[in-house]
């Protein structure tokens, strides 16, 4: 006679949409021996202008591979969506820059809640941009954290949370990466202690709560009278998208060039604000503080990233300055 082992995981529902969930999917998975991942929910696929073929997102695709059935509402508000979570009964969810807006019909149906990685130390940065802002404002300390989902935006009690030294030269994209990997982790230690109700989580002090809206894409022009390192993290924190760009004149055409990578560097060569120099394979552009943020890779508009070597040699012989 056999006996089939019934199984005590928790039933588990993982909402995510972008490349950094998925990732954070796929270390959770490593936790099988507690946990069950029972279905995934994600943004609906992506339609291509071009031929109108249908891209499922990368948590969509991460859960096609292991075989983890997929819903894809337009919001989760939506009443079929609602009825058939709840007929799931699920234990806990888990969002991961899932990017939408979960009503309390939704936050009632788990047993433990829903539990939420964000990528600042809250009650810091709460909002579409905390990585983004974060750089930006050139904080030197930065980390992740777990905390039960209210229906305020990033306001309830705190599970974990994780603090990491900032590079000062590490660009948004790969911070963002960092922390969610971080935090899926930290999560999947965290959720032991938390299911047996060792974990009740600590309220925020929503006296310190700052906000980090959602980036517009004009933030991303360069406005050389500010200090060199207010630009360096600006460059830094605007990676990827929608990056950040400046006004040159070369001979008698404005052209928009994208700054990709920056440092910030004394001013040893004696330059006067706005002036700029080629040298040591760099450009140099003198600030508003009289430091110098020195461009080492930019993008003309239509072509690749380059050195800015290769960039000189483009300009050489010709008119080439800012546009002010």
């Not at 963002?176 to 109700?197: C, E, Q, R, V």
């Not at 760099?282 to 993008?299: A, H, K, M, P, Y």
Request: hydrophobic share 40%; charged share 25%; with cysteine.
């Amino acid at each position: 006679m056999s006996f089939l082992q019934k199984d005590n995981r928790k039933k588990v529902v993982f909402l995510g949409t972008p490349k950094i969930a998925a990732e954070a999917l796929k270390i959770l998975f490593q936790y099988d021996q507690f946990i069950k991942i029972i279905l995934v929910v994600s943004q609906p696929p992506a339609r291509s202008t071009r031929n109108g073929n249908e891209t499922p997102s990368p948590v969509h695709q991460a859960a096609l591979e292991k075989g983890i059935p997929v819903l894809t509402p337009i919001n989760a508000k939506d009443a079929n969506f609602i009825e058939d979570l709840k007929s799931l009964e699920p234990d806990l969810c888990i969002t991961a820059a899932y990017g939408n807006y979960l009503p309390k019909d939704f936050l009632e149906i788990p047993k433990f809640g829903t539990l939420n990685i964000h990528p600042s130390l809250l009650p810091l940065y709460r909002g579409a941009a905390p990585v983004q802002r974060t750089i930006e404002n050139g904080d030197k300390l930065t980390g992740v954290t777990i905390l039960l989902s209210v229906a305020a935006m990033d306001a309830g009690p705190i599970i974990a949370q994780e603090e990491i030294i900032l590079d000062s030269e590490i660009k948004s994209p790969d911070l963002l990466d960092l922390l969610f990997i971080k935090g899926a982790h930290l999560l999947g230690k965290t959720l032991p202690s938390y299911f047996a109700g060792k974990i009740l989580g600590k309220e925020q002090n929503h006296e310190l709560a700052s906000k980090a809206d959602k980036i517009k894409p004009d933030e991303g022009l360069l406005d050389f009278s500010l200090p060199a390192i207010t630009l360096h993290n600006k460059v830094r924190a605007f990676a990827g998208w929608p990056g950040t760009k400046a006004k040159f004149l070369i001979n008698s055409d404005i052209i928009e060039i994208k700054i990709i990578t920056t440092k910030v560097k004394e001013n040893n060569l004696n330059l006067n604000k706005g002036d700029l120099i080629f040298s040591q394979n760099s450009l140099f552009i003198c600030c508003g503080d009289l430091n110098l943020l020195e461009v080492i890779e930019l993008q003309l508009p239509g072509k690749k990233v380059v050195p800015t070597k290769d960039f000189q040699n483009g300009v050489k012989g010709k008119l080439f300055k800012l546009n002010t």
